[in-house]
C-alpha cells in the first residue's frame, strides 16, 4: 500500500475515469488596521450564530465562496485534463495489525486509496456519503477554489447521510497533501487519504516513492469513539456547537516499544530541547501555580465541573514533552498507526541497496505530534507543506497534525525502522524498509530519533518559491486563548462563530500575528492559502505554535472568498478555537 515507483505512480490510487516550533519574532512594524482591535469586522458578527447557516448568508460586503470573484479567479488558472473519481464514506471493519474495529472510512480501507494527479489537472471527484451523520471533505494544503474548500455551513452545505456531492477544481501546485472531512470530530476517526500532485517539471531525482500518513488511533476500541471522547474533553459542557452541526503487509515482529519509548522527559533532540525550554519553564511554572490555586480552592473561577475535567484530562495524558514546551497532548490512544498498520504487523517498503527514495511524510493524527526518523539513515528535507525549501539534512523530523515533510534518502543494505513517537505520549509506530530477507526483527531504538531533530523554523523557502519582500497592507492579530482547566478554546477570546469575519482584500500582503497565550502548544491552519515564516523560511499552510509564542507570518491575498483558520488539534478547533478570514469585495 502506497509503495510506488518513480516510473508507474500514476496509474495507482483510486481508479480514475479516462486517465515547525517558532520562537518569537521580531517587530510587525507599522499596525494597518481592520475593523476591531484584532482586526476582526464587527459588524459582519452582528447576525445570529445559526448552526448549518448555509454559505449564502455571506454578508453583503463579503465574497460569498458561490460569487463571481470565485469563478473568475478559477477561470484564470484554466481548466486541464479531467481526472474523475468516487469516493465512498462508510461505516466499516478495519483490521489496523493489532486487531480488527469498527469504524467510518474511505472505500473500506485506512488510509483511503491516494488520490494521485499531476499540476494542471481538473479533479472531478464525487464523495458518497454512507455515514450515519452528515459529512463534507477538506482538501488539505490545496490552494483550490473557494466553493470546493469542503466546510459545512461556511463554503457548501453538509452531505446529508444517502447523499452525494460532486467537488470540482483545477489543482495547480504539485506538492503533498492529502483529505479529511471538516465535520465534528470525524478527522479522528478512519475518514482520511493522501493527495499527491505531481509537478510535470520536477526537478528531484529519485528511483521510488513511498508515502508515509501517521496517526493516532481510538475508535472501536473498548468503546471508545472520537465523538465520546469530545463529550469527555468537555465533561458535558458542550464545545463551540461544532461547525459542521453548524456550519500486504508481512509478519514482522515489532519494534520495543521500552527501548521506543519517546524520552521526553529527558534526552530530546540535541536542538529542539534546547529551543524550547524557556517555554517549558513558563509551562511549567503557570501550570504549577494553576495547581497550587486549585489545591487550595482559590483559582479563579474554579468549580467542580472544571475540577473534574482537569483531573480527567490529566489521567487522559498524563506525559509532556520538551519539545513541545510542555503538555503534549489531551488524549492517549490505544493505537498509533503507520499506514493503517500497528507496528505489531507494520507496513514493508521493499528496496534496492543505493536507491534513492523520496519519502512524503503526512501527520493525519487527531492529537498527536509525531518524530520520526528511519534507522541507520540521514534524511534530506526538500519540501515542506507542498513547498520546496533548501535542501537540509537531519536525523530526525517533528510534525505536528496536518503537517507534511517530503525527504530524499538513499538506501542502504539491510533491514530497518521507519521510527515514529507519539511525542510526550510514551508509545510509538513504525514500517519497515528492506532490501533483503523476509524474516521478522525486532529493532532497538534508532540513535536518529536523539540526533539532530529539524523544525520548520530552521529551513528555508526555495528561491522560486519565496514570497518578494514587502511591508504589509494589513495585519491581523489573533491570539489563541483557553485552558486545558476551563476547556475554553478560542481565538481572540471568542469561540468559532460562522458569522466571524476577519476582513482582508484581494491584492492586499496580509501579515497574521499568531501569539499562542496558552499553556500547550497548538498547530495552527489557514485554508486555501500559504504562508511564509519570517526570515525567508519556508512557505506553509500549517504552522507549529509553542506555549506563550509568536510568530508574524506573511500571505498574499490572491484566493477570494471564506476561508478558516483553526488549530488542527481536532477537539480543540472543534471545541472553538477556529475562526473565518474574509475578503471584502
Not at 458561490?66 to 484564470?76: L, Y
Not at 510526550?424 to 531504538?445: E, Q
Not at 500559504?530 to 508574524?552: M, S, Y
Request: net charge positive.
Amino acid at each position: 500500500m502506497h509503495e510506488k515507483t518513480r516510473r508507474a505512480v500514476l496509474g495507482t490510487g483510486i481508479a480514475a475515469a479516462g486517465s515547525g516550533l517558532l520562537p518569537a519574532c521580531g517587530s510587525p512594524g507599522p499596525r494597518p488596521r481592520a475593523g476591531g482591535p484584532d482586526g476582526v469586522d464587527g459588524n459582519a458578527m452582528g447576525a445570529p450564530a445559526r448552526p448549518g447557516a448555509p454559505a449564502d448568508d455571506t454578508p453583503a460586503q463579503y465574497v460569498s465562496p458561490h460569487g463571481p470573484e470565485v469563478a473568475a479567479t478559477e477561470r484564470r488558472r484554466g481548466p486541464g485534463p479531467v481526472r474523475a473519481f468516487r469516493l465512498t464514506a462508510t461505516a466499516t471493519t478495519l483490521d489496523i495489525g493489532a486487531r480488527k474495529v469498527t469504524s467510518w472510512a474511505y472505500e473500506d480501507q485506512v488510509p483511503g486509496r491516494e488520490i494521485r494527479v499531476t499540476a494542471g489537472d481538473t479533479i472531478a471527484l464525487t464523495l458518497a456519503n454512507n455515514l450515519p451523520q452528515p459529512t463534507t471533505l477538506h482538501w488539505h494544503g490545496v490552494r483550490l477554489r473557494n466553493d470546493m474548500d469542503g466546510v459545512p455551513g461556511v463554503t457548501q452545505r453538509p452531505i446529508k447521510t444517502g447523499a452525494a456531492f460532486d467537488y470540482r477544481f483545477t489543482a495547480v501546485y504539485p506538492g503533498t497533501y492529502w483529505i479529511h472531512p471538516h465535520s465534528v470530530v470525524q478527522l479522528d476517526r478512519g475518514l482520511y487519504a493522501p493527495l499527491i500532485v505531481e509537478d510535470p517539471k520536477e526537478p528531484l531525482t529519485y528511483d521510488k516513492e513511498w508515502v508515509v500518513v501517521l496517526d493516532d488511533w481510538l475508535d472501536g476500541v473498548g468503546g471508545r469513539t472520537p465523538d465520546k471522547e469530545f463529550e469527555r474533553l468537555n465533561a458535558g459542557k458542550g464545545g463551540a456547537g461544532g461547525h459542521a452541526m453548524g456550519h500486504g503487509s508481512m509478519g514482522h515482529g515489532s519494534m520495543d516499544d521500552g527501548a521506543m519509548g519517546d524520552g521526553s522527559t529527558a534526552g530530546d533532540g540535541k536542538r529542539g530541547a534546547k529551543a524550547t525550554t524557556k517555554a517549558t519553564a513558563t509551562a511549567r511554572a503557570s501550570a504549577t501555580a494553576t495547581a497550587k490555586a486549585t489545591a487550595k480552592g482559590t483559582a479563579t473561577g474554579t468549580s467542580k465541573r472544571d475540577r473534574t475535567r482537569s483531573t480527567a484530562r490529566k489521567k487522559a495524558a498524563p506525559m509532556e514533552s520538551r519539545l513541545l514546551g510542555g503538555h503534549a497532548g489531551d488524549v492517549t490512544y490505544p493505537y498509533y498507526l503507520v499506514n493503517g498498520r500497528s507496528p505489531e504487523s507494520p507496513q514493508v517498503f521493499r528496496a534496492k541497496r543505493g536507491d534513492r527514495v523520496r519519502i512524503r511524510i503526512i501527520n493525519a493524527g487527531g492529537d498527536t505530534a509525531f518524530r520520526v526518523a528511519l534507522g541507520g539513515h540521514r534524511m534530506t528535507v526538500t519540501h515542506t507543506d507542498g513547498y520546496p525549501v533548501v535542501p537540509a539534512k537531519t536525523d530526525a523530523l517533528l510534525l505536528g497534525m496536518g503537517e507534511r515533510y517530503d525527504v530524499l534518502v538513499t538506501v542502504k543494505d539491510g533491514v530497518f525502522p521507519l521510527a515514529v513517537i507519539a511525542e510526550g505520549k510514551g508509545r510509538s509506530a513504525m514500517a519497515v524498509l528492506r532490501t533483503r530477507g523476509k524474516n521478522p526483527v525486532k529493532f532497538p531504538r534508532p540513535k536518529e530519533l536523539d540526533g539532530e531533530l529539524l523544525t520548520a523554523d530552521r529551513l528555508k523557502a526555495a528561491e522560486d518559491v519565496r514570497l518578494t519582500p514587502k511591508e504589509p497592507d494589513r495585519i491581523i492579530r489573533m491570539r489563541l486563548t483557553g485552558s486545558m482547566r476551563r476547556w475554553d478554546w478560542a481565538i481572540n477570546g471568542r469561540p468559532y462563530d460562522p458569522s466571524q469575519r476577519y476582513p482582508v482584500r484581494e491584492g492586499e500582503r496580509v501579515r497574521i500575528s499568531f501569539i499562542n497565550g496558552t499553556d500547550m502548544w497548538h498547530p495552527v491552519h489557514l485554508h486555501g492559502h500559504t504562508f511564509a515564516l519570517p526570515d525567508g523560511g519556508p512557505r506553509k499552510d500549517t504552522t507549529v505554535l509553542l506555549p506563550h509564542h509568536k510568530v508574524n507570518v506573511d500571505l498574499d491575498a490572491d484566493n477570494p472568498g471564506l476561508w478558516m483558520v483553526h488549530c488542527h488539534n481536532v477537539y480543540h478547533s472543534e471545541s472553538g478555537m477556529m475562526t473565518i478570514l474574509g475578503y471584502q469585495k
